[in-house]
């Protein structure tokens, strides 16, 4: 796969959502303003609760603070407060994945909105809070040369932006790594990619933070590193082009002494999927020439972006006969929708309020198509 095209099927790599943390036992939170370079505002390393979710951590001045988590599962939000004699702190926060989401914190009275967290598991045994940035912007190197910087996607968010900058779909991104191999004492090189183009990178220490621009034939990114330590913390990756921005929130990165002195980028664990993104825009574009036919479209163009934005691939329309989105691409015969939707859970046996299956809805030109999906769909199912 050509490594340029690598950062264009990030976005087709979606796994359902996961359930959100009921406790913060052995855990660190990074809370991170956007973009995070900035700097940290909070860094909490949590030991094991004493009850009811309540931890005791040590501030970088050897200060004690008390911390209650208290979990919604049902709405995916947890409040967060920080209790200590002079500093108190109400922290809301809502979970896009089991390990990433946004926040929002108001500490002594003073609110800090458009911040963003990740949990990672906590190795040091040591239960401590650092706030507002401190030490974390003493850690920050200076020069990454002779280092492996491995950016980690796994229970990050993909998001797409329109040229508004405004957030049109949101979902949890598959595991998958970017690896980019800085040369000795050096900041920025140019290295040849598997497509003969070139391509560079460029490392720039920004206030408490660092950020990596990529510019390449096929792409144009930066990567925003905020540190929690002087190896590791979280990073967002921007993709850029003229008609939208490609994000990824809440993913994390090490540094790790690199065993070459060879210049390389490299995305590794990709796998080619159709994006629903791009089914969407095509199926708006199309014109079908019978009623019954814009019916099906007009669901789907209902359905799919709210599967798109996290809802379940078994969604359904109470007011169109509780039918799911599988239910109308089979009779629409759209086979790469069928396809998506089966390769993503979708629920071959599902029933309309009628009793009809998504079988029983087959109908169109490439009928056939779509019922030797299903079959095989199903035969992979059965019990044997």
């Not at 700097?39 to 050897?62: A, H, K």
């Not at 809502?94 to 609110?111: K, L, Q, Y």
């Not at 800090?112 to 974390?136: C, I, Q």
């Not at 599988?326 to 993503?344: F, M, P, R, Y």
Request: with cysteine; hydrophobic share 35%; charged share 20%.
């Amino acid at each position: 796969m050509k490594t340029s095209h690598c950062l264009l099927l990030i976005l087709s790599l979606m796994p359902a959502w996961a359930d959100m943390p009921q406790h913060l036992n052995g855990r660190q939170i990074q809370f991170s303003h956007c973009p995070s370079f900035k700097f940290t505002p909070l860094l909490i390393s949590f030991g094991q609760s004493t009850s009811g979710g309540t931890y005791t951590v040590t501030s970088e001045n050897g200060q004690n603070y008390q911390l209650q988590y208290t979990p919604d599962t049902a709405n995916k939000t947890a409040t967060l407060r920080v209790q200590h004699p002079h500093n108190n702190a109400t922290i809301n926060m809502r979970f896009e994945t089991d390990v990433f989401g946004t926040a929002s914190m108001n500490w002594n009275g003073i609110p800090y909105y458009d911040l963003t967290f990740r949990l990672s598991e906590h190795t040091d045994t040591t239960p401590h809070l650092a706030r507002m940035g401190d030490p974390v912007g003493d850690v920050v190197p200076r020069c990454i040369g002779g280092n492996v910087l491995e950016i980690n996607f796994d229970g990050a968010v993909v998001q797409w932006l329109n040229s508004q900058a405004e957030v049109t779909s949101s979902q949890p991104c598959q595991p998958t790594s970017l690896i980019i191999r800085f040369p000795k004492g050096k900041n920025a090189f140019t290295c040849t990619l598997s497509d003969g183009s070139k391509a560079t990178a460029q490392f720039e220490h920004i206030g408490c933070g660092a950020g990596v621009e990529l510019r390449g034939k096929q792409f144009n990114a930066e990567v925003m590193l905020d540190f929690a330590d002087s190896l590791s913390g979280t990073a967002t990756l921007e993709k850029f082009s003229d008609e939208s921005t490609l994000r990824i929130r809440g993913a994390t990165f090490r540094l790790t002494p690199a065993a070459s002195d060879t210049a390389c980028i490299t995305l590794s664990d990709i796998k080619a999927d159709t994006s629903l993104q791009q089914l969407i825009q095509d199926l708006k574009h199309r014109n079908y020439p019978t009623a019954v036919e814009r019916l099906y479209q007009k669901r789907l163009l209902t359905l799919l972006p709210r599967i798109l934005a996290g809802e379940s691939v078994n969604t359904t329309l109470p007011h169109e006969n509780n039918t799911t989105a599988l239910h109308n691409a089979c009779g629409l015969s759209h086979v790469e929708i069928v396809q998506w939707l089966v390769d993503h859970g979708a629920d071959l046996n599902a029933k309309t309020a009628k009793g009809a299956s998504p079988d029983d809805c087959i109908g169109g030109a490439k009928a056939k198509e779509v019922r030797s999906i299903l079959r095989k769909a199903l035969h992979q199912h059965t019990p044997r």
